[in-house]
C-alpha cells in the first residue's frame, strides 16, 4: 500500500491504490475529513447548482401528490409565507396551516393561515366539539340525578 500525504493536516497514512485513484483529496482521519468538509468555501453561484440538482420531479424520491399528510404541510409551510393575522378574522392569534378544499393538493392558492378557532369553524369541527360536548353533559346531568 503506498503511503500519501492527508489533505488537511499533512500527515502520512497508507491507503489501498483503487482508494487513491477514487479521491482526489486523501485525509488521514475522519476528523480531518470533516475538518476540510467545514472549511470549504463555495461561491454563490456553486450553492445555487448544487441546490437545483436534485430538487422536485427530478429527485428520485419525488412522490408527486402522493406524498403523506406531514410531508404536504412541511412543503406548503416551506413556499407560503406565514402572515402575522389570521387570513379570515384578521386577529394576531398562533396560526394553523388549513386547507380550503379539503382534497390537500399541492396547489399553493389552495392553503391559507388561519387561527385555531377560524380553521375549526370552517373544518366544521367546532360545531361537531359543541355537539359531543352538550350531549356528554346531558348524560352526566342525567346520571347525577
Excluded at 3 to 11: A, F, H, N, W
Excluded at 65 to 79: C, D, E, M, P, S
Excluded at 113 to 139: I, P, S, T
Aim: proline share 3%; net charge positive.
Amino acid at each position: 500500500m503506498p503511503k500519501v500525504q492527508c489533505s488537511k493536516c499533512s500527515k502520512y497514512t497508507y491507503k489501498r491504490p483503487y482508494f487513491l485513484k477514487r479521491n482526489k483529496n486523501i485525509f488521514c482521519t475522519l476528523d480531518c475529513f470533516y475538518l476540510f468538509l467545514k472549511d470549504r468555501k463555495f461561491t454563490s453561484e456553486h450553492k445555487m447548482k448544487l441546490s437545483k440538482v436534485k430538487t422536485g420531479k427530478k429527485n428520485p424520491r419525488w412522490k408527486g401528490n402522493g406524498v403523506g399528510y406531514g410531508a404536504l404541510h412541511t412543503f406548503i409551510k416551506r413556499r407560503k409565507n406565514k402572515p402575522f393575522f389570521c387570513e379570515d378574522c384578521k386577529e394576531n392569534k398562533k396560526l394553523d396551516l388549513a386547507n380550503i378544499s379539503q382534497e390537500y393538493k399541492r396547489d399553493l392558492d389552495d392553503w391559507e393561515w388561519l387561527c385555531r378557532k377560524c380553521h375549526m369553524v370552517k373544518d366544521g369541527r367546532l360545531k361537531n366539539n359543541y355537539q359531543k360536548m352538550r350531549k356528554f353533559q346531558a348524560e352526566k346531568l342525567e346520571e347525577v340525578l
